[in-house]
């Protein structure tokens, strides 16, 4: 649980800082891409808070890039349509409903920004 604590103190300010672009930010880049940087942050925390933070933190990463371009790739094909949900608004706000190429690249540079995060923090463990 000690490991579990600061990623999950983590994630639940990181959705209300996406929470608050979502409701305050219409139009700008901040909502067109710094939502989808962050986005990757708040999945990697929450992975790492179900899972106890004990496994390969940049295996995690990449695991959490590959699923948001899949969760893009299948925006691609309508998956929301597809499999019925188109309906329900709660459903196509989660798993979206329109393919950007430049959302890949916000999710890129997420998954940058955190595996950076992840080395200076582990090298400044190392010197206490």
């Known amino acids: 649980m000690k490991?579990?604590?600061p990623y999950f103190i983590l994630l639940i300010l990181l959705i209300a800082v996406e929470t608050l672009i979502a409701l305050t930010q219409h139009g700008n880049w901040?909502?067109?891409y710094g939502g989808d940087?962050?986005?990757v942050w708040v999945v990697y925390c929450l992975v790492q808070s179900l899972l106890g933070g004990k496994n390969n933190h940049y295996i995690v990463h990449v695991g959490v890039l590959?699923?948001?371009f899949l969760v893009e790739f299948l925006q691609l094909i309508n998956i929301v349509e597809l499999i019925g949900l188109g309906e329900i608004e709660f459903f196509r706000i989660l798993?979206?409903?329109s393919f950007a190429v430049e959302d890949l690249f916000s999710y890129a540079a997420g998954t940058a920004i955190g595996c950076?995060?992840?080395f200076i923090y582990k090298k400044?463990?190392?010197k206490k």
């Open 3 to 5: 490991k579990r604590l």
């Open 116 to 118: 950076a995060g992840t």
């Open 66 to 68: 590959i699923f948001a």
């Open 124 to 126: 400044f463990q190392l």
């Open 30 to 32: 901040l909502r067109y």
């Open 95 to 97: 798993i979206g409903t």
């Open 37 to 39: 940087v962050i986005v």
